[in-house]
């Protein structure tokens, strides 16, 4: 799934408005997915949520049950909704070994166009009020739906997605556990069992999660020491990567690079001041995630301090936590080794994530 506008072509105003226009008219079509819908109750307690988590937040136009968990799992690797049914859906830029996100700066879907900013991680997406690197989207629904038509991503078709998970043994049933004894494998409610799937990507038990709950061996010397830097004045990290998700769930500029041409935020909302700002992504499973930034323009965490350090480039917008810092070498390798225990091995290979339909 690459839920981000194409937005490559939009270099004048005409495009932009172009593209506006069909996005308004995208989101007005999936309207529908608003309305109250699933018959089942409340079944909350099928995530289970690591220490320290809240409960995950369940929508209640959509309630999270072992049902549609089951299926949203299958439909997440399913080929059939892809166009030429060769792509294996969301998981085709979704990986679970890179934290749901992609391994690659531009991924490409169904017409093999490079998509032009980076995947985010869909972990612990459940519990997030601003979707994608600029806020555009807020319910994991709606994204999943709209990947299933854009051409760049699988760009399906609503009959012909039906009417092949009609034709595909257990689906049918599937959907009747699911959303109720009427309910068809359309794409709404594919787009609600994918988005239920997802809500179980909660991610919370790296060598840091243990550390904090009183594994005091969980993490060395020098993570240790780089948990202190990453929490200090000194660097004012946690200022934005704040929380338990190491993210203020706000829009700041980093001034990554003195040229913005892709302006994030500012598309929007239209304010000049919002130009070249992005929302802060969460820094759990950073290491398997390269590369890094919304643009996947640095390849390495060591860069990516090095950056920090060097407090960015110069863009009108920059942050004013934004300033060299002055770390010193052991400093640099005490704030990657504590990055680095912000993995959470566990997850990264549970079985319960993986593709059931390869295991049939
Ligand atoms: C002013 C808020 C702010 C501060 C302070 C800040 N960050 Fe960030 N961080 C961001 C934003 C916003 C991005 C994404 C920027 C972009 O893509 O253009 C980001 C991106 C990152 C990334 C890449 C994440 C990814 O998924 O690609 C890492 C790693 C990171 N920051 C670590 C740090 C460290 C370490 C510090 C302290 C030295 C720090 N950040 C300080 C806001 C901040």
New binding site residues.
């Given amino acids: 799934m690459k839920p981000y506008i194409n937005i490559r072509n939009i270099q004048n105003k005409t495009a932009l408005v172009l593209t506006l226009i069909y996005f308004t008219l995208l989101l007005s079509c999936n309207t529908a997915l608003n309305t109250p819908q699933s018959r089942n109750s409340s079944n909350n307690e099928n995530i289970s949520v690591p220490q320290g988590f809240p409960p995950v937040p369940e929508p209640p136009d959509n309630p999270i049950t072992l049902e549609k968990i089951e299926l949203g799992r299958r439909l997440f690797y399913e080929k059939k909704l892809s166009k030429n049914g060769d792509m294996p859906s969301c998981s085709h830029c979704m990986k679970q070994e890179n934290a749901f996100a992609d391994n690659t700066n531009f991924s490409k879907g169904n017409n093999n166009e490079p998509e032009y900013r980076?995947n985010?991680?869909l972990i612990n997406a459940a519990y997030r009020k601003n979707l994608f690197?600029d806020g555009r989207g807020k319910a994991i629904e709606q994204p999943a739906y709209r990947s299933l038509f854009l051409p760049f991503i699988l760009g399906s078709d609503t009959n012909v997605l039906q009417k092949r998970l009609e034709e595909t043994p257990d689906y049918p049933e599937m959907f009747r556990k699911a959303f109720g004894k009427d309910a068809k494998p359309s794409a709404y409610y594919v787009s609600k069992a994918i988005a239920t799937f997802v809500r179980t990507f909660i991610s919370g038990n790296s060598a840091y999660d243990k550390y904090i709950h009183g594994d005091s061996s969980a993490m060395d010397k020098s993570a240790i020491s780089g948990k202190e830097l990453?929490f200090s004045d000194k660097?004012?990290?946690s200022?934005?990567?704040s929380g338990f998700l190491f993210t203020d769930g706000l829009?700041?500029?980093?001034a990554?690079t003195a040229h913005y041409f892709d302006f994030?935020r500012y598309y929007i909302t239209g304010k000049n001041n919002d130009k070249g700002?992005?929302?802060?992504?969460?820094?759990r499973n950073?290491e398997v995630?390269k590369p890094?930034?919304?643009?996947g323009s640095?390849l390495s965490?060591e860069e990516?301090?090095e950056h920090?350090?060097n407090g960015g480039k110069n863009w009108y917008t920059k942050?004013t936590?934004?300033k060299p810092?002055n770390l010193t070498v052991q400093d640099k390798k005490d704030?990657l080794s504590f990055?680095k225990s912000l993995t959470d091995h566990e997850f990264l290979s549970n079985p319960k994530y993986k593709n059931p339909n390869s295991m049939r």
């Fill in positions: 980076r985010m991680s690197w990453f660097t004012k990290c200022r934005c990567h829009f700041h500029n980093t990554i994030g700002k992005f929302l802060t992504p969460t820094l950073i995630r890094y930034m919304h643009d640095i965490l990516v301090i920090y350090n942050d936590l934004i810092l704030l990055l």
